[in-house]
């Protein structure tokens, strides 16, 4: 298949919780996308079988015969969408027609007319009419508010980038003028790798090793710009985890960051090579040496995704945690984290505090907790967005914005 002119494809994440199919990315899009960019677009749908090294699979909703211009303005326009961005992938949702064309199997829609409907193609899904606007645009920026959304994964039903994007959609429909921003969030366990990679832009990769079986198996791995290599050793024998430290291979790659979590320790690195251990908890006997530093896994996530410095251009911080017990404890240490980086920066927080027996609580700022009257996640992120759009903006927040948080020692 051959693209003409500027091609944009919207990665929509095909996750297990999203319970899209191809029909409902494209009624979505159909939704979103402004008619003004998109006349004689040609449409082609693919599934996004070339990143297979990526933690979500995705389907491609590829818009192609686009002057590059209209092209241009038609990607700075769709990022000002928070509603279509929470149905895509956290991880370069959107790309160009170069990636598309590697896909095994793209199929064409048709033909976008100067009345938004679609026809001449080879396949039908949805509408087949383009009915988009243009984004809500706040002319009063001093009077909008600026949001930072970094939810950490909840176990067994979301994770970190599924958190994100339904909160997100929620904040898209409360608050449909505010400026919205996410940031993934992990501890030092699974789903640190999806935060660095995906928050400093950097690429997925895969590799095969082997086990001590003798069989082999495939791993995924980061690569940050700074050519820093990232992976998660959960999973992974002593003697796996000892290959992973040669990889990539024969490229100069000296240093790695190893989210340990649950998993296996290095006992020693190959010559030349440099690691940053990171977890929730590391033995004491575990001490700094000229190759191996241990050091706190939420800190260092944030640390190495610039987290301060986008917490300091919004107003509000979103987190989402476990209730420890009836008496209100919200601080694990990755909430722990979090509230003493708003307490320093004297920014607003909004807690969604939940119970493993599907209870919901808001907190804002140092107030008591709030319980929320609902069982369902969306309806409780909604509830959430909402007591903060009835909240002042800029209310002055005197002494200390939440109380002492202490960041737990490794």
């Not at 007319?113 to 679609?118: A, F, I, L, N, T």
């Not at 790659?253 to 006992?267: K, N």
């Not at 987190?319 to 722990?336: N, S, W």
Request: hydrophobic share 40%.
């Amino acid at each position: 298949m051959e693209y003409s002119k500027f091609s944009l494809g919207l990665r929509f994440a095909m996750t297990s919780d999203a319970g899209l199919a191809p029909e409902d990315c494209w009624n979505i899009a159909f939704s979103e996308v402004p008619l003004a960019y998109t006349v004689d677009a040609n449409l082609f749908g693919a599934w996004d079988d070339v990143g297979t090294a990526e933690s979500e699979t995705s389907y491609i909703c590829l818009f192609s015969n686009l002057p590059l211009q209209i092209g241009k303005a038609l990607y700075q326009q769709l990022q000002q969408k928070p509603r279509l961005l929470s149905y895509l992938t956290i991880y370069r949702p959107f790309i160009q027609n170069n990636l598309v064309e590697k896909c095994s199997s793209v199929q064409f829609l048709g033909n976008v007319k100067s009345d938004g409907s679609v026809s001449g193609g080879d396949v039908s899904y949805g509408n087949m009419h383009i009915s988009g606007d243009l984004p809500v645009v706040c002319n009063r920026p001093d009077f909008c508010n600026r949001i930072l959304i970094a939810p950490d994964a909840w176990e067994g039903k979301f994770t970190s980038a599924d958190a994100v994007r339904h909160m997100l959609r929620s904040a898209a429909h409360i608050l449909p003028k505010a400026k919205l921003s996410t940031q993934l969030i992990a501890d030092g366990g699974q789903g640190t790798m999806d935060a660095m990679v995906c928050s400093m832009n950097g690429r997925y990769q895969k590799a095969t090793i082997s086990g001590g079986n003798g069989e082999s198996h495939t791993i995924r791995y980061g690569i940050l710009p700074d050519r820093t290599v990232v992976f998660e050793s959960e999973g992974l024998t002593q003697y796996e985890l000892e290959q992973v430290l040669t990889l990539p291979q024969n490229r100069g790659f000296t240093h790695y960051y190893i989210a340990a979590g649950s998993g296996p320790l290095p006992e020693q690195l190959p010559q030349g090579v440099e690691a940053t251990v990171m977890g929730k908890r590391i033995p004491a006997s575990r001490r700094n040496s000229a190759q191996i530093e241990y050091r706190n896994g939420i800190e260092t996530v944030l640390e190495t995704c610039n987290f301060h410095q986008r917490l300091s251009k919004a107003d509000w911080l979103i987190v989402l945690t476990r209730l420890l017990d009836d008496g209100g404890a919200l601080q694990d240490p990755t909430a722990d984290a979090l509230l003493f980086h708003c307490r320093i920066l004297r920014k607003h927080t909004a807690v969604l505090a939940f119970t493993d027996d599907g209870r919901y609580f808001a907190k804002i700022d140092n107030s008591p907790l709030v319980p929320i009257e609902t069982t369902l996640f969306d309806d409780a992120a909604d509830a959430l967005f909402l007591i903060i759009r009835n909240s002042p903006i800029h209310a002055s927040l005197t002494g200390p914005v939440l109380p002492d948080t202490v960041i737990n020692d490794i």
